[in-house]
């Protein structure tokens, strides 16, 4: 069918012709219009010691929250090789966004750094739950350069494509809210204001935005003359009732830690180990700035992938696996682990993994 | 599936591609039937069973309806087939508006009544499909049009997609003879239709979308509101109203376009009209239309005398307020119109005038009575549509009494003003040149258009919330 033909090429022709409108202007439009991550504060933070940093730590909150990088460097420093280190730890940071945040971190200049440790124990799988879907957090890795590491993170994995094609969907949807910059004029507008000098104006406004970490309501202080809300009997049986709690909780540790040792204990039986991958492009972004990459392993408490040890084209990934009771009883103790929050550890637990992690560096430096 | 959604622009970029690469008329009328069905499915599958015997039910009595010559049987024919539709319309929507102030009445007269109530949900556009089915059975019954034969030709009249949730309600006779002729795509005015969509698309997500955040929190809790923010919040409903709906019309005539298919015009610059006859003539015109097709002219219209004219006014925009739900707010709304439609009626009586002036003609005294007018009657439509928008009459008397005699200081962005203002202006100025806008488009190369098309929704995009708001007429 001749005419047919011709229809098919006007409509094939004028698609493209409409694609490439809509791809020039938001091109034009993404930097007017970018959104800026929450995380970002963060990583100025860090960039501001790029000039001496020697060890840079990298990761979710086991590197926020259990590294701190004045007693990696007194330990260091005793155990004959001091450094200077510093650390860029984000909660849940992980997968292609931590690789897109180690890329952004490395485009800056860090001429001492001889060695990045990169905390990969959350691995490479995107964590994609609900609460955080178009957040200007998820949002801003889901680039058009990331989508072949954010959909290979799928590939291999155990599910079906149809189990992970939601997701996948709702990828490419956040890709394609970042690129065309969905939403963000509205949010630019509703805080114009141009006739607000005339009286101040409050909520509510066009709210488009979301922040991802919204402070909690804060508590009111007690005041000298707010009279006792509790008498004392009651008191000392909320007292007895939290000591119970504690005990209970220490109990189900100590289940939960003997439960793993089990776990770990059958996972090497079946040589569980992740994909290497995404651990080779880490060290490759690390390499261009001329520096090493150690992956580090938190002392979590259950099972996680290990990377092959052995890379089959160059040397071997420098590893430390913290995650191991055997090897490093003290880490899995109660005493230094998080009520609670059994696979973050307290600060006694916080000083003495980053003793430990000193230790290591200045024994494999 | 709403026409704003990813999945519906996705939805339509398949179901046109494959209608216009079909090479038969019969094989794109069966894409486009099975299409409908699944837009309409996919709110939920079960509506397609109702939709599937509510158009066996009619197709089959038009068919009885073309056989029969007696009279009787004829009356008992067209008698089912409304009671087919509109039973299933009020069992589901009318009875407890009905059962609860019947039962409270009982009670006062001392007999106790315990009322059952029930909790159904309508489907999605159902009010809007029982109008368009016993518009095909009564034009029948009158002898305007030839039933038609193939079942399909009908089940896609009831179900085309693009008209079904919330129209413009289509005549039979304007839809029906379309469908003999297959559509040709040269014929298609493309570019016009693109652009309605656009305009539809824009109105909807980036004007309606956005007002309803703002004035949203106004009508639950108008307490806490300033006399101002409550003015303001009213105007804005109106805007957001005519754009939500208008823009969803635009909308649907674009893609039925798009398809090949003519669909009739629902809005044509209501808020420009002069007075409130003239208002109704370019509001939801598809209903106004059928109200006084169907409802008024049958009533006796003006032909009776003054007083029945007047009687069959206030009726038929009482049921055309009922028509939009079983709230006393949607009653009072049409009430209100009748009214006012009675008061103009005397008005023009007594003005010895049946015209108004125009507002770009005469002197400066003419133009400056017609704004006037033209003012007038859009903050009557303001007051009556916030009614319609209160939860109950309650609310509305306490929005209006909070609207006089609130202390509170005003909370809401001083900009939604200037916007406002904006948007008035750039509505007067399109009426006047949106001939010429068209005219122009049709000019400019295939290259430059729909480049510059592309580009328009990229920035169209990025002045959108990220989470639209159904259309409020979606529930009608």
């Excluded at chain 1, 000098?197 to 402070?215: C, F, H, N, W």
């Excluded at chain 1, 992938?305 to 109660?334: C, I, Q």
Aim: with cysteine; proline share 5%.
């Amino acid at each position: 069918m001749h005419e047919g033909s011709t229809q098919r090429r006007a409509i094939v022709r004028n698609l493209l012709l409409f694609l490439g409108g809509a791809g020039l202007a938001s091109a034009l439009l993404f930097p007017l219009l970018r959104r800026e991550s929450p995380v970002a504060p963060f990583a100025e933070a860090t960039l501001a010691q790029s000039k001496t940093c020697q060890v840079l730590f990298v990761g979710p909150s086991y590197v926020k929250s259990q590294i701190d990088v004045k007693i990696v460097d007194a330990e260091a420093r005793i155990a004959g090789a001091p450094i200077r280190s510093c650390k860029f730890g984000v909660e849940a940071l992980r997968a292609y966004e931590l690789e897109l945040w180690l890329e952004r971190l490395m485009d800056a200049e860090w001429p001492v750094l001889e060695l990045v440790v990169i905390d990969v124990t959350l691995g490479n799988r995107p964590a994609m739950i609900k609460r955080n879907h178009f957040t200007r957090r998820t949002l801003d890795w889901h680039t058009l350069a990331g989508i072949p590491a954010i959909l290979g993170a799928y590939l291999g994995r155990p599910e079906s494509i149809t189990q992970s094609l939601p997701n996948l969907r709702i990828h490419l949807a956040h890709v394609f809210v970042n690129r065309f910059s969905v939403g963000q004029g509205a949010g630019r507008m509703s805080q114009l204001k141009l006739i607000e000098g005339l009286r101040p104006s409050q909520e509510p406004q066009l709210a488009v935005d979301q922040s991802d970490e919204k402070p909690g309501p804060r508590a009111k202080p007690l005041r000298k003359e707010d009279p006792p809300r509790v008498s004392l009997a009651v008191q000392r049986a909320a007292k007895r009732a939290a000591a119970q709690r504690k005990k209970e909780v220490a109990a189900r540790q100590e289940e939960k830690l003997a439960e793993f040792v089990q776990e770990l204990n059958e996972a090497d039986d079946e040589g569980r180990r992740g994909e290497n991958g995404y651990h080779l492009r880490l060290r490759e972004i690390v390499r261009a700035r001329g520096a090493e990459t150690l992956f580090l392993f938190a002392p979590v408490g259950y099972v996680v992938d290990l990377p092959d040890l052995v890379e089959r084209v160059s040397a071997p990934l420098m590893l430390m696996n913290f995650n191991d009771p055997r090897k490093y009883p003290e880490l899995f103790r109660l005493e230094v682990r998080k009520r609670g929050g059994p696979s973050h550890l307290n600060s006694n637990g916080t000083e003495l993994y980053s003793k430990l992690i000193a230790r290591e560096i200045a024994r494999q430096r | 599936m709403i026409f704003t959604q990813p999945i519906f622009l996705f939805f339509f970029l398949v179901c046109f591609l494959v209608h216009w690469s079909l090479p038969g008329h019969r094989a794109q009328k069966n894409w486009l039937l099975a299409c409908s069905y699944f837009f309409y499915g996919y709110w939920d599958w079960r509506f397609l069973f109702l939709i599937a015997v509510s158009t066996g039910i009619d197709f089959a009595a038009g068919r009885s309806l073309h056989a029969s010559q007696d009279p009787r049987l004829r009356r008992l024919i067209v008698t089912l087939s409304l009671c087919s539709n509109l039973g299933i319309l009020g069992f589901s929507q009318y009875f407890n508006f009905f059962v609860v102030p019947g039962a409270q009445l009982a009670s006062l007269l001392g007999i106790s009544l315990d009322p059952t109530t029930l909790e159904t949900n309508l489907p999605v556009g159902r009010r809007f499909g029982t109008v368009r089915s016993t518009r095909y059975t009564l034009d029948l019954y009158r002898g305007q049009l030839q039933p038609v034969r193939s079942l399909r030709d009908f089940a896609l009249y009831v179900s085309f997609f693009p008209q079904l949730v919330a129209g413009p309600i289509v005549r039979a006779r304007g839809f029906l003879p379309q469908l003999v002729q297959p559509p040709i795509f040269a014929e298609v005015e493309a570019r016009k239709y693109l652009l309605l969509f656009l305009a539809g698309f824009f109105k909807k997500a980036c004007l309606a979308d956005q007002i309803a955040a703002v004035i949203d929190p106004v009508f639950t809790g108008p307490e806490n509101f300033g006399s101002l923010d409550l003015a303001l919040s009213s105007l804005l409903y109106s805007v957001q109203i005519y754009c939500d709906f208008s823009g969803y019309s635009d909308m649907a005539i674009a893609v039925a376009g798009l398809l090949g298919y003519r669909l009739v015009k629902n809005f044509d610059f209501p808020y420009l009209s002069q007075n409130i006859q003239v208002f109704w003539q370019r509001w939801h015109i598809s209903l106004s239309t059928w109200l006084r097709d169907y409802l008024y002219i049958p009533l006796g219209g003006s032909r009776h005398g003054e007083s029945k004219t007047l009687r069959n006014l206030m009726i038929t925009m009482l049921l055309g307020g009922l028509w939009h739900g079983a709230n006393m707010t949607f009653v009072v709304w049409g009430a209100l119109h009748g009214a006012a439609l009675v008061v103009h009626r005397y008005f023009m009586k007594w003005r010895g005038s049946e015209k108004p002036p125009a507002a770009t003609e005469g002197g400066a005294l003419a133009r400056g009575i017609a704004l006037a007018a033209t003012l007038v009657t859009f903050i009557w439509v303001t007051f009556c549509f916030t009614v319609f928008r209160s939860p109950s009459i309650g609310a509305a008397r306490d929005y209006f009494a909070n609207l006089i005699k609130s202390t509170e200081s005003s909370h809401l962005n001083l900009d939604w003003w200037l916007l406002l203002i904006l948007l008035g202006g750039t509505h007067f100025v399109f009426s006047r040149y949106a001939r010429g806008l068209g005219e122009w488009v049709r000019g400019i190369s295939d290259l430059r258009f729909y480049f510059a098309y592309g580009a328009a929704w990229a920035i169209m995009v990025a002045f959108i919330p990220r989470h639209s708001a159904p259309f409020i007429y979606f529930q009608f």
